[in-house]
């Protein structure tokens, strides 16, 4: 009988929720096998650098996933700002499932994780507080005060993560999300 083939989306969903809980050290590769559907074989067959191509693969998805999801939403100057920031709220809020999954950059960002991909880290969220400062200007602030605007903004959201987390409530999240939307009140 032939197995059910395993889309790219989901094999890097499964990849991405074990980096996120796990790290880059405590992810094993059995528990990247379980999570997309593979055998390790196959597994190693579709990445054959091993964990560190399955991470590149993973931080790519989610470089992309920024770069349509937040940066090209907040930048699009067609679209009036407070609608820009609505609709890049509820992509984050939808990617961190609400409030109950952490972050993939502060997972990786741990020991070998951040050795080996710390420019792919960096530059992720440079593309985050970048997308945010934009909207900033946007809505009439000066480069400085809407870079500063866009590194709280990141701030609050993440830390509100791992509040979430350590409180199994996704209140502090969501009270990140509507702290956000009152930063860039027009």
Same mark, same amino acid.
């Given at each position: 009988?032939?197995?059910?083939?395993?889309?790219?989306?989901?094999?890097?969903?499964?990849?991405?929720?074990?980096?996120?809980?796990?790290?880059?050290?405590?992810?094993?590769?059995?528990?990247?096998?379980?999570?997309?559907?593979?055998?390790?074989?196959?597994?190693?067959? &579709?990445?054959?650098?091993?964990?560190?191509?399955?991470?590149?693969?993973?931080?790519?998805?989610?470089?992309?996933?920024?770069?349509?999801?937040?940066?090209?939403?907040?930048?699009?100057?067609?679209?009036?700002?407070?609608?820009?920031? /609505?609709?890049?709220?509820?992509?984050?809020?939808?990617?961190?499932?609400?409030?109950?999954?952490?972050?993939?950059?502060?997972?990786?960002?741990?020991?070998?994780?951040?050795?080996?991909?710390?420019?792919?880290?960096?530059?992720?969220?440079? /593309?985050?507080?970048?997308?945010?400062?934009?909207?900033? &200007?946007?809505?009439? /602030?000066?480069?400085?005060?809407?870079?500063?605007?866009?590194?709280?903004?990141?701030?609050?959201?993440?830390?509100?993560?791992?509040?979430?987390?350590?409180?199994?409530?996704?209140?502090?999240?969501?009270?990140?999300? /509507?702290?956000?939307?009152? &930063?860039?009140?027009?």
């Amino acid at each position: 009988m032939r197995m059910a083939k395993v889309s790219d989306q989901e094999i890097l969903n499964g990849l991405m929720s074990v980096f996120r809980s796990k790290g880059y050290d405590g992810a094993s590769l059995n528990e990247l096998a379980d999570a997309t559907g593979l055998k390790k074989a196959s597994l190693y067959h &579709r990445f054959p650098g091993g964990k560190k191509e399955m991470t590149s693969a993973v931080l790519d998805f989610m470089e992309s996933w920024i770069n349509n999801k937040v940066y090209k939403v907040l930048s699009d100057s067609q679209v009036a700002p407070a609608e820009r920031l /609505q609709e890049a709220l509820v992509n984050i809020n939808a990617v961190y499932n609400e409030g109950r999954e952490v972050c993939l950059y502060r997972s990786l960002s741990m020991d070998t994780g951040m050795a080996l991909f710390g420019e792919k880290i960096e530059k992720g969220i440079n /593309q985050w507080l970048e997308s945010f400062s934009i909207l900033g &200007r946007a809505v009439g /602030q000066d480069e400085d005060a809407a870079m500063q605007k866009a590194k709280q903004t990141f701030i609050e959201i993440q830390g509100s993560l791992v509040l979430s987390k350590a409180m199994n409530s996704t209140e502090p999240f969501q009270k990140a999300i /509507q702290q956000t939307t009152m &930063r860039y009140k027009i």
